[in-house]
């Protein structure tokens, strides 16, 4: 057997790829990728915050974000609106159509990860989401993020 099957970071990554690979099929019905729903889903949380501050915390680079923002915004997903503070900034808002999107892709992504975790009992699931915000929230606290 491989010794790969050893490594946590290995299975991890194993696992990721399977759930990114089935929600971006999911997500080319609607014509986005991961990166495009993220970004999407941000700007729910967060009306009005700007473009930077939201590739910040998405950990972009501002011309990713922007090529993303307005991809968003050619399908009416989002508005971009100047900062009425500083001009040089956009503040980002969801649109009607885009909280529709935003609806329907996460039935998609429910639909993903039960399809990915069939083979864990109900409890197994619980077990599993807790370790893994066990380790997310601790890396995050030993890390300053």
């Known amino acids: 057997m ?8 290995f299975l991890t990554g194993k696992i990721v790829q399977l759930f990114e690979e089935d929600f971006i099929n999911q ?22 915050m700007s473009q930077i501050q939201i590739a910040e915390e998405l950990k972009i680079d501002r011309t990713t974000m922007a090529e993303r923002a307005e991809r968003l915004e050619s399908e009416k997903y989002i508005k971009r609106i100047k900062n ?27 639909q993903s990860e039960k399809r990915i975790l069939s083979s864990l009992s109900d409890e197994e699931k619980v077990y599993f989401k807790n370790f893994l915000l066990k380790i997310f929230n601790t890396w995050r606290e030993n890390n300053n993020e």
């Open 2 to 9: 491989s010794r790969l099957i050893d490594s946590y970071g």
């Open 27 to 48: 997500l080319k019905q609607f014509g986005i990728d991961a990166r495009q729903y993220g970004v999407l889903l941000k700007v729910s949380e967060k009306p009005g």
């Open 84 to 110: 009425p503070h500083d001009k040089r900034t956009y503040c980002l808002h969801i649109t009607s159509e885009g909280k529709e999107l935003l609806e329907k892709c996460w039935e998609l992504l429910q």
